[in-house]
């Protein structure tokens, strides 16, 4: 061990070594005298080996405790503070070694002292597991982003594989009338790509048109634009030349020159008071009566059409055969539920010849003061609750009927779903360009007498 002298009051591990050595304890403490072999500055200055710390006493008190690290070259009195600045009270004559006062390390000291390197040694384990898991982690992160890439790319290939296969089936159809192409269900991504960017020939009816397993429709919003045809929907076999409208707008579907249709109207209490006598003598044959209705507010309350069992009285009497429609803003199944229940306790077991329609449509945001609660409904949830309505209204032992227009059939439900329902077609246009099936067409306005203003107009197709 290296024998440290402490020149001038100056702390400092690298001060000159003058005078006697200082001596030595057995548990490594080296206690500092200065040149004449006096205490410095009438205090005992020891360095705690163990401890890496320069400690001053006087007598019994001990002054303070330096670390070494940061007593630099520090003067004593800077390094054991104001203290060391003050002399001691000693007695005249009296003899200062005698009144030496010795620090002897206590056993917890010298205990402290052998068990700081174990703490050392724990630290740094603790450290090496803390590096060891964080690469682990980072390995796995690593392996878990090359599994996800392979099995990705594996999908991507399966995709790949059924629509070449898909698209295989459809050419070995094509040609055929009602070919697998209008069957066959086309996901969106697969809709655009370089070989489909050659546009077809714009049709000059703005009719549909079938090309590899899509719908080419045309909308007055957005124009001409492609749909996936859904498969195990079964499409329309009409055709627009066989769809006659006259002067009056009457319309009327012919099938080998003969008349396969009945005309009829669609009211609710907008109409108000109806003279269905002369309604009946202007060529109607069928009339779909508004029944009831749910608010589009927060609140979607149900209420009964004001005019419907006036309507329903009138048109019975007068011969038209009668239908009625639900105006729903369902958000649910169980709304739905409740709004076939609604129409089951209305109708009281009245007779009727055509179907009790569930008629959802949105509600166009602009023209409210608040946000229309059908606002975020889901497409399967809309499905869903047109399929709970009608086998509702079925279980009650009436007919059940789904209206929809273009948008709504090819964007919001899924028709595949509703195959099994008749479909209530709202198309105004007297070219056909709905491609899936229906039974019913509100194809536009018209006068009838009567009736005071204009009134939908519809036509019922003869199976």
């Known amino acids: ?84 600045g003050s002399e001691p009270d000693i007695a005249a004559g ?46 796995a992160g690593i392996f878990t982003g090359f599994a996800y890439i392979r099995i990705h790319d594996q999908q991507l290939k399966d995709y790949q594989r059924r629509v070449d296969l898909l698209e295989e089936r459809i050419n070995d159809n094509t ?48 124009g001409y634009s492609w749909v996936p045809v859904l498969s195990g929907v079964k499409p329309n076999t009409y055709r627009s030349e066989d769809f006659i409208v006259d002067d009056d707008n009457r319309m009327t579907y012919k099938v080998d020159g003969e008349v396969s249709s009945y005309f009829g109207i669609d009211v609710s209490s907008y109409q108000g008071d109806i003279d269905w006598n002369a309604v009946r003598a202007d060529g109607v044959e069928f009339a779909v009566l508004r029944i009831g209705v749910r608010g589009y507010g927060e609140a979607g309350n149900i209420k009964v059409d004001d005019k419907f069992f006036d309507n329903y009285k009138g048109a019975k009497e007068a011969g038209i055969d ?20 609604f129409v089951i306790e209305h109708l009281d077991g009245r007779d009727l010849e055509y179907p009790v329609v569930f008629d959802w449509e949105p509600v166009d945001a602009s023209s409210t003061d608040s946000e229309p609660r059908t606002a975020d409904v889901m497409p399967g ?36 779903m509703l195959d099994d329902y008749p479909v209530w077609l709202a198309l105004y246009n007297p070219e056909m360009t709905y491609y899936y099936d229906f039974d019913m067409w509100q194809y536009g306005f018209g006068k009838i007498d009567g009736i005071e203003g204009d009134v939908d107009l519809d036509i019922a197709i003869i199976r």
């Open 1 to 84: 061990m290296n024998k440290e002298k402490y020149d001038e009051g100056i702390v400092s591990g690298d001060a000159d070594v003058q005078g006697n050595a200082p001596e030595e304890t057995a548990n490594g403490n080296v206690y500092i005298y200065d040149a004449d072999d006096e205490p410095v500055d009438d205090r005992d200055l020891y360095r705690d080996y163990s401890a890496d710390a320069v400690i001053a006493h006087h007598k019994d008190e001990q002054i303070d405790a330096v670390p070494v690290s940061d007593a630099g070259e520090q003067t004593f009195s800077e390094a054991v503070g104001d203290t060391a």
């Open 94 to 139: 009296e003899n200062i070694e005698e009144q030496e006062n010795v620090h002897v390390p206590s056993d917890n000291e010298t205990e402290a002292a052998r068990q700081a390197p174990s703490k050392t040694n724990r630290i740094s384990f603790i450290n090496t597991v803390i590096s060891m898991v964080t690469l682990c982690v980072a390995a």
């Open 175 to 222: 040609g055929s009338e009602n070919s697998n192409a209008g069957r066959e269900y086309v996901d969106a991504v697969s809709l655009i790509d370089e070989e489909e960017m050659n546009e077809p020939d714009v049709p000059a009816d703005k009719s549909v048109d079938i090309e590899r397993g899509k719908i080419l429709t045309y909308d007055s919003y957005v």
């Open 322 to 341: 009668i239908g009625v429609y639900f105006y729903s803003q369902a958000i649910s199944v169980e709304e739905a539920i409740e709004e076939a229940e």
């Open 381 to 416: 949830t809309l499905t869903l609750s047109a399929i709970a309505f009608c086998e509702t209204i079925k279980d009650a032992g009436y007919e059940a009927m789904i209206y929809t227009n273009k948008k709504m059939a090819y964007l919001k439900y899924d028709m595949r």
